[in-house]
């Protein structure tokens, strides 16, 4: 059947900038607006500032601060814990016999069951060689410390539940500095590839670790290797550059289809990494099924700030970024709702954009799609093990020295969640085994890392993830509160089962926060892996359900025990949901609006993709 469009409701917008206003061509480094003045620091506090920033370094970011305070709290709550004294002794006592009587068995040639098993993501321990004695007996017998030190830094009463959890992250952390996987003597792999390969793994795992300390002390970023060329094989979707500042660029790219939906689809992607997650290889590329699937795409591609930028402001993110992308598809698009899509962090500024659209009943949007996003940070994941008044602090001294957090800082801390897969077993893989890194699209682009605006990093950190003002009703934009309960417009939201980094029974909360029709998603795989899941990709699978308009809250574990999964990707169940709340199809659009201000100044990606 054929849709009738409804009538457009948009309020008259303010004219679009004119083109003298855009930058005719992309310097290397992107004029940043000028930077705010603010109060001189008193002599003394600057100097308590550039000694933290000095220190944060060698602490690789971390705050010593806290550190000490999560063991200090957890040892004095111990110390007046008889009980559970008690209990972790007879845990060492019948873990050691466990082990023993494992050790005993094996030794006598009997087939028996390991006491003790590794996390599903630990490769460790995958060679046959540690199903045999003495390399069998070594790997159960960490693996029992292991379980010990996850029992003693379990919840106790009295001891604050995030010192719990992160004086066991510390613990993890140095065990996985001592596991036998990391001694070429004590693991079998290492040995048996020396005895095949004459040495030769040494030599070029040698070479390797040159390689990796040079970058480390230069800080140089590796490159993308040419098969990986960016606009050629990655980030390849055709396309143009419709709009610039000093911020962003706004993608709009060509049409695949002889008609399109008449609404046009806004993605906003995180900062924190770049857009062409989205847009990888041809065959995994959300944007290019997009708009093969007929609709007119446009993704916003941030900048990767530098110290010149260090005052930008989640208001200029929003402002500036998406509000101008929007203004740009309503000129380029005139008279057309439009769809918004938006990913992890991406994603959260979107939800603030959108409650303060609803605020302002200012009605351009057709539907509102989060994809691994989350508008409520209390269950936020194994990220919150880096949060705290100190550590925000902490990074606030360090972004206040350079203006910007940098690379390393961000990817330390994600590595350093699953240490165990992805920095010990790459480390094995790399010296000792030899292995260079195979590069993947996924690969390529997560090493492709950004910087982040120390204003807008500051305030992210701590108006929406510590104190949770989103939420809370505490998140003002332009002077008065946003709420979520405002919105109307028809949501698709999206959470991944092993994401790590924005946990699904968080994401899942956006349905406690809104009252408007909801449609939420899980899917397999994790925070990045599991929104690529293209049809086609095997093993994949997914749960969808419908929440509609004013219906009571239900609970993360109800939802997930009334709905089976569904084998396939999500992508169409999306594309299906996205097509109901379209109105008919059209020709296409050109490419920008010249008359309006948006002519197109370059070929997709465009230049902020290649900023180092």
């Known amino acids: 059947m054929t849709k009738t469009r409804p009538p457009s409701r948009r309020r008259k917008r303010p004219a679009a900038p004119k083109c003298k206003d855009i930058a005719p061509a992309p310097p290397t480094v992107p004029p940043a607006p000028k930077r705010r003045t603010a109060p001189r620091e008193h002599a003394y506090q600057a100097l308590d500032r550039g000694a933290m920033a000095t220190l944060a370094p060698f602490t690789a970011g971390l705050s010593p601060h806290a550190m000490i305070d999560a063991w200090a709290d957890w040892a004095m709550h111990l110390a007046r814990a008889p009980g559970r004294q008690l209990e972790l002794i007879e845990r060492a006592q019948t873990n050691a016999l466990k082990l023993a009587r494992y050790g005993a068995e094996t030794m ?56 719990a959890e992160r004086t066991g992250f510390m613990a993890r952390q140095f065990l996985d500095t001592v596991s036998p996987a990391n001694f070429p003597l004590a693991n079998p792999e290492i040995l048996e590839a020396t005895a095949r390969c004459g040495g030769r793994n040494w030599i070029e795992g040698a070479a390797h670790f040159a390689e990796d300390a040079m970058r480390t002390i230069t800080q140089e970023r590796k490159p993308i290797p040419p098969e990986f060329e960016l606009g050629k094989r990655l980030a390849c979707t055709p396309g143009r550059v419709v709009w610039r500042n000093d911020i962003m660029e706004l993608i709009q790219y060509a049409p695949q289809t002889e008609t399109v939906q008449a609404e046009p689809v806004l993605i906003v992607p995180a900062w924190i990494m770049k857009y062409y997650v989205l847009d ?161 699209d996924l690969g390529v682009w997560n090493g492709d890392t950004t910087r982040m605006p120390a204003r807008m990093h500051s ?122 709340h379209s109105s008919d199809a059209v020709a296409p659009p050109a490419m920008g609006a010249p008359e309006a201000g948006y002519p197109p100044l370059e070929l997709a990606p465009g230049s902020y993709i290649h900023q180092p």
């Open 108 to 163: 006598l040639g009997r087939d028996v069951e390991k006491p003790f098993t590794e996390k599903p993501w630990d490769s460790r321990w995958r060679h046959e060689g540690w199903e045999k004695l003495p390399f069998g007996l070594w790997q159960q017998g960490f693996l029992a410390v292991h379980d010990w030190w996850d029992a003693a830094t379990a919840d106790l009463r009295g001891l604050r539940r995030q010192n």
């Open 280 to 440: 990888l290889s041809p065959h995994n590329s959300l944007i290019n099924w997009l708009v093969g699937q007929g609709y007119t795409v446009f993704c916003i591609s941030w900048c990767n700030p530098t110290a010149a930028q260090a005052d930008l402001a989640l208001e200029d993110y929003r402002r500036r970024g998406i509000m101008a992308a929007l203004e740009a598809v309503n000129a380029i698009v005139p008279g057309a709702k439009v769809h918004v899509n938006g990913y992890c962090l991406g994603g959260t500024l979107l939800a603030i954009a959108v409650a303060k659209m609803a605020r302002d009943r200012d009605e351009r949007l057709a539907s509102v799609t989060l994809m691994a996003a989350q508008v409520d940070f209390v269950e936020a994941g194994e990220l919150l093990l880096f949060l705290d008044e100190s550590q925000v602090a902490f990074l606030e001294d360090l972004m206040w020295s350079r203006g910007y957090l940098d690379r390393p800082q961000m990817a330390g801390a994600f590595a350093a969640i699953r240490s165990e897969d992805l920095i010990w077993s790459r480390a094995v893989d790399r010296y000792f085994l030899g292995k260079a890194d195979l590069p993947s």
């Open 459 to 580: 305030e992210y950190l701590r108006g929406i993830f510590l104190e949770n003002r989103i939420t809370a009703g505490r998140f003002a934009v332009e002077g008065r509160v946003i709420a979520l309960k405002d919105i109307e417009a028809p949501m698709f939201v999206i959470g991944t089962e092993t994401d790590h980094i924005a946990p699904w029974r968080s994401v899942y909360k956006t349905a406690l926060f809104t009252d408007c029709d909801l449609h939420f998603l899980l899917t397999k795989g994790g925070h990045n892996g599991g929104i690529l899941s293209e049809p086609g990709h095997k093993g994949r699978h997914y749960r969808i359900g419908h929440r509609p308009a004013g219906e009571n809250y239900r609970g993360p574990d109800s939802w997930l025990a009334m709905h089976p999964p569904k084998p396939g990707s999500w992508w169409p169940e999306w594309g299906r949901w996205l097509l109901s």
